[in-house]
């Protein structure tokens, strides 16, 4: 029986200054080839459903014709609370800026992520994706990345962009706030933390070997 993963997706599209954000188009498309090249069935969802908003700067050399199949199923997507999470054998959630506005303190994929990681199944993400840990509780009350080590855009690439000022929280410092063993590698170049099967990718450029890693761990 093959493998299941639920690939979450933010809906926010702008920063708080109306400039563009959204999904950073290779973090959902390299992944979603990785699982299916390797026979893991994949569906995408997004906070809210409908269409999923690209951010610009990831479609600038030819990426939209590249990932055109996994554009067009983004299109369409089912909200999470229409999806039966318990059906997956884990979740992969990638980042893009949007996803700092619309992922933390979200009490349904507060509840998804709870339940994957009671139950032993894969969590991943990679770049801004593990925004959706922030604010994230078990039922016990202690913070989902608790004693977790994984990695996320670190502060100081927030930073080289430019962007800690439009961004409401540095993620890396919210999530050793809240117990995370965060773990550095060198800024924009790929680097991958797996801890049991939470599995995390620094940046875009991260984003085949977090998939391919997912794989082994699935």
């Not at 590249?66 to 054998?89: A, P, S, W």
């Not at 800690?164 to 890396?172: A, K, R, T, W």
Request: charged residues 25%; aromatic residues 8%.
């Amino acid at each position: 029986m093959s493998k299941k993963v639920l690939i979450v997706v933010t809906n926010a599209s702008q920063f708080k200054d109306g400039n563009p954000t959204g999904l950073w188009l290779e973090e959902a498309a390299i992944p979603y080839k990785v699982f299916i090249k390797n026979g893991v069935d994949v569906d995408i969802a997004s906070v809210s459903g409908g269409s999923v908003p690209i951010d610009p700067n990831s479609t600038q050399n030819d990426e939209a014709k590249e990932y055109h199949d996994v554009l067009e199923k983004l299109q369409h997507t089912k909200g999470i609370k229409d999806i039966v999470f318990e059906n997956y054998d884990g979740i992969f959630l990638p980042g893009g800026h949007g996803t700092v506005f619309d992922f933390p303190n979200n009490e349904d994929l507060e509840n998804m992520l709870a339940y994957y990681k009671n139950n032993n199944k894969v969590v991943g993400a990679v770049c801004h994706g593990p925004s959706a840990f922030i604010g994230a509780k078990l039922p016990d009350g202690n913070y989902l990345v608790d004693g977790v080590k994984l990695t996320a855009f670190t502060d100081s690439e927030e930073k080289a962009m430019q962007l800690d000022g439009s961004v409401p929280f540095l993620l890396q410092t919210e999530l050793e706030k809240q117990g995370a063993r965060f773990v550095k590698g060198v800024d924009f170049e790929s680097h991958v933390v797996a801890d049991g099967k939470f599995v995390t990718g620094q940046n875009p450029n991260s984003s085949e070997e977090v998939a391919q890693k997912i794989v082994n761990v699935l």
